[in-house]
């Protein structure tokens, strides 16, 4: 019996080293393994950032370009030589395979998926947005400051509304009235608000978020006796 093998490669390596050849040979291998000239798109490719993924496609299509010219079958680059090699196919076969699989990725260049990591969860969250109850017009907001600020502007707009939370609001503007401070509370909640953006604050935020407002009204009032008691 042959054991399972893994069908995951890791590759290890610095900056510099040739990793993004190594990627590219290796996209290159799946999509010239097969006489099948539409085989890229059913591939999906992700990486970290734009930069990455646009310089991985350009260099996808010089490959194929190279490849499909009539002079790598006499002056044949490294890359056309290993993946010969690797394919164990002819290198004229390899030459119509690239040439045939240039035309369809220009002819169908939006099936031609090297994304990043967030464009692709984009779409998967925009294929299923029906399902997730989200708006089928929703948008990506990357600005996460300006996100902050508007959950805060949203927060204020409910004094009025929630008894508990216009009691607490303010309370604080009329205590930063008393210490000849601005009564305008916007500017620190914003600042306060902060913290929610600091990774080494996720779990203490997480651990708090679930306690009700009545419990740090409780721990305000201790904490003032014991300020007033020193």
Do not use: C
Not at 37 to 50: D, E, G, K, Y
Not at 147 to 158: R, T
Not at 173 to 186: C, G, P, V, Y
């Amino acid at each position: 019996m042959v054991p399972n093998q893994s069908t995951f490669q890791v590759y290890n390596a610095s900056a510099g080293s040739g990793k993004t050849f190594t990627l590219v040979k290796e996209y290159l291998k799946i999509l010239l393994s097969t006489s099948d000239s539409n085989r890229f798109q059913h591939i999906l490719a992700v990486t970290f950032t734009n930069k990455a993924a646009a310089e991985m496609k350009d260099r996808v299509i010089q490959s194929l370009r190279e490849f499909a010219k009539g002079e790598i079958l006499v002056n044949k680059s490294e890359s056309f030589l290993l993946l010969e090699e690797e394919l164990s196919i002819s290198d004229q076969t390899l030459h119509i395979r690239a040439k045939k699989v240039l035309h369809s990725i220009l002819d169908n260049y939006s099936a031609f998926h090297i994304t990043t990591i967030d464009s692709f969860t984009y779409r998967l969250i925009r294929s299923f947005a029906f399902d997730l109850g989200l708006s089928l017009n929703f948008e990506v907001e990357m600005d996460a400051k300006s996100l902050l600020n508007e959950a805060v502007e949203l927060m204020i707009s409910k004094i009025g509304e929630d008894q508990e939370l216009t009691s607490v609001l303010i309370e604080f503007s009329l205590q930063k009235a008393n210490e000849d401070k601005s009564w305008d509370i916007t500017y620190d909640l914003k600042e306060i608000a902060q913290i929610l953006l600091n990774e080494n604050d996720q779990v203490h935020v997480q651990k708090a978020q679930d306690r009700p407002i009545k419990e740090y009204l409780q721990l305000k009032d201790k904490l003032l006796k014991k300020q007033f008691a020193l």
